[in-house]
């Protein structure tokens, strides 16, 4: 049976509000899938897709050296320092690596973004050591049906937000100024507000529709693409309930963690054995 792991009541008391909920789950995700290891656990260890760098400092606790890589330097916030090194690079080319060169991959929720998912595979395959380790979290269907089911509902808390809420930035997200970046899969960040535009949500992932995303994301056929890159499965853990929307919905993030429910899920996983 897989490890699973659900966010109780009392732990739901100590996350205030949107700004500590993100950090809460990256934090918690570490922790419930590396409780076996120790500190500086892992030599050497790369995570590929570190966003602001915010995770890293936490996945740095299991490792003795950490190279944290994020595509879009537009997102990094965090500074390099003893432990950690933050590299702007694509994770689909790891040529700055050596073979057999790290202990531990690490991505979280990042993996179903990229174009060529393959390619970085066989990457991942190449730099890590024999005995390795390689984690991807990724949502699951259950995060599917629940991030579109309350999509309608949320834009509704939005639109009643910045109608009655004295501090309308927070809704929606300060000055509509122009900005320049991309988003998780790539595409030009568009700030301006539109009916039309946001009158159906946008894949999550690079996957053309809804219905193909929502196929992709079963266990078997992750496990079929690792495999077909070289990676066996070692374990895979339940991650808890939650969904796109923050922790705005919180009756119905309590009552899905209580009933059991996981929206992401973990891969552990090892060179397939020659």
Known sequence: MPRRFNITKEQFRSVRDDAHWEPFLRKYEIDRILEGFG???FDRALELGCGSGETSKHLAYYCKKLFALEYNENLLTEQSDDKVTFIV???????????????????????EH????DKCLAECGRVLKHDGLIIHTVPNRTWKIFNLLLYYPF??????GMLF???KSQWTGGPRASQTGLDSNLRPVDNKLSFKKNLWPKTHSISGSHFAEFMKWGQKQWTGTFERNGLEVAEVVRLPFYFGWGCNFRMIL???NYLGLSSCTAFILRKARQ
């Open 39 to 41: 500190k500086g656990h």
């Open 89 to 111: 690079a694509d994770a689909q080319e790891l040529s700055q690596f050596d073979d057999n060169e790290m202990n531990l991959i690490y991505s979280s929720s990042f993996i």
């Open 254 to 256: 309590r009552l899905g």
């Open 155 to 160: 834009g509704i808390k939005m639109i009643f």
């Open 114 to 117: 990229l174009p060529d998912l």
């Open 165 to 167: 809420s004295k501090n």
